[in-house]
Nanobody
Framework: VQLQASGGGLVQTGGSLRLSCAAS????????MSWYRQTPGKQREMVAH???????IYSDSVKGRFTISRDNVKNTVSLQMNNLNPEDTAVYYC???????????????WGPGTLVTVSS
């Protein structure tokens, strides 16, 4: 089971980007899905988080500008980012908690990261 993200890129201040992430594999179910971001020298921080029932949590820095959504049938999660500013520049990672058939416990999945650059 793996995650693959797409949608990063370069955008000007005030612009928008949409990140997408898909879980693929066999015999698994996905619970919580999240987006994190990391800049050089800083810890990875949670940006947004969505439960399987659609409950969401956002970091204060993105609340009102970013929207997380998911498709439980396709096992995808998206992050719509509006009104971007240079402080949003980071590598964005999607993450998911998954249960895999035949395994006990929860497997935490991470995508490879996608770079978002916001120019001033």
């Amino acid at each position: 089971v793996q995650l693959q993200a797409s949608g990063g890129g370069l955008v000007q201040t005030g612009g928008s980007l949409r990140l997408s992430c898909a879980a693929s594999g066999s015999s698994f179910s996905v619970n919580t899905m999240s987006w994190y971001r990391q800049t050089p020298g800083k810890q990875r921080e949670m940006v947004a988080h969505i439960t399987s029932s659609g409950g969401t949590i956002y970091s204060d820095s993105v609340k009102g500008r970013f929207t997380i959504s998911r498709d439980n049938v396709k096992n995808t999660v998206s992050l719509q980012m509006n009104n971007l500013n240079p402080e949003d520049t980071a590598v964005y990672y999607c993450s998911a908690d998954a249960r895999v058939l035949g395994e006990s416990g929860i497997r935490i999945l991470w995508g490879p990261g996608t770079l978002v650059t916001v120019s001033s």
